[in-house]
């Protein structure tokens, strides 16, 4: 019996070691495939770095792509507009020579309108007086408007012209309700 209890004490001592070695094998396993696994998520965060700078070296390429372009294109697009505001010399001569004869135009209409006039009185004449008086005011502007106009560069012509335009128009609307309200 004594050798039945040693024997079984020493099958239950290896029975101990061989346990007490499969669980150190087993954490020895588990503890490397941890390690594996630190191992792998650093990589796999290295290479995420990585990647992420590539990104962002790319986006940034592309912005700077992109903002050279969008330069280049917004110098296109002064160069178009400055082009299709600029008016050939001719073409300029032409207009101030026509605009000329139609703002001169006005000082034979002026002449016939006073004439007309002359017969007014009372309440007509000051209406007439005041109406001609901002008839008159209107021409002096549109004169000195289109003075303007013909001192110009080709650079300052669109805008002169869009000014004189707008003042030239409001003379001759100007002129025609004053003929309108005088009429025989």
Do not use: H
């Amino acid at each position: 019996m004594k050798r039945l209890i040693g024997v079984a004490l020493i099958a239950a001592a290896m029975m101990l070691v061989v346990g007490c070695g499969e669980k150190s094998e087993e954490q020895s396993v588990t503890e490397k495939a941890v390690e594996g696994v630190k191992d792998m998520a650093d990589k796999a965060g290295e290479m995420a770095k990585d990647a992420a700078d590539k990104v962002g070296e790319m986006v940034k390429d592309d912005a700077e792509k992109t903002d050279e372009m969008a330069k280049a294109a917004v110098e296109e697009e002064k160069e178009a507009a400055s082009a299709a505001m600029e008016w050939p010399k001719e073409k300029m001569d032409e207009y101030l020579g026509k605009m000329d004869e139609q703002l001169n135009g006005f000082t034979d209409k002026f002449g016939d309108l006073k004439a007309k006039a002359e017969g007014l009185t009372g309440d007509t004449k000051t209406r007439f007086d005041e109406e001609f008086a901002a008839l008159t005011e209107k021409k002096d502007e549109a004169s000195s408007a289109f003075a303007a106009l013909k001192d110009s560069t080709s650079e300052t012509w669109a805008a002169a012209k869009e000014k004189f335009d707008t003042v030239m128009a409001e003379l001759v609307e100007l002129y025609e309700n004053t003929m309108a309200g005088f009429q025989e």
